[in-house]
Nanobody, 123 residues
Framework: QVQLVESGGGLVQAGGSLRLSCAAS????????MGWFRQAPGKEREFVAA????????YYGDSVKGRFTISRDNAKNTVYLQMNSLKVEDTAVYYC????????????????WGQGTQVTVSS
């Protein structure tokens, strides 16, 4: 089993930045594809970004392209999400996820999920 714990969320003004971290334990995730998803109140959980096991390939949701960057440090068993130029509409609970199969934007592909961290962007 893999346990994922997100951190780094908080309250930030529009235009600001935050960096989220996702620390994995229980098993090394160096061979896993990792992703970030988010869920705003009353909305479906949506894809934000994903990264291959090596870090060589990344995917981004259209709404965050050019503003967010996903990265990973396999030696630390940790994945990051650097969020710049934050907008009010980025407000959501952000979830880290891992899967053993494939780099994907599809929520159902992911086997393991963290509990989430709240990001609130104020105007």
């Amino acid at each position: 089993q893999v346990q994922l714990v997100e951190s780094g969320g908080g309250l930030v003004q529009a235009g600001g930045s935050l960096r989220l971290s996702c620390a994995a334990s229980g098993r090394t995730v160096s061979s896993y594809a990792m992703g970030w998803f988010r869920q705003a109140p009353g909305k479906e959980r949506e894809f934000v970004a994903a990264i291959s096991w090596s870090g060589a390939s990344t995917y981004y949701g259209d709404s965050v392209k050019g503003r967010f960057t996903i990265s990973r440090d396999n030696a630390k068993n940790t994945v990051y999400l650097q969020m710049n130029s934050l907008k009010v509409e980025d407000t959501a609970v952000y979830y880290c996820a891992a899967n053993t199969k494939v780099l994907s934007m599809v929520r159902a592909v992911y086997d393991f999920w963290g509990q989430g961290t709240q990001v609130t962007v104020s105007s």
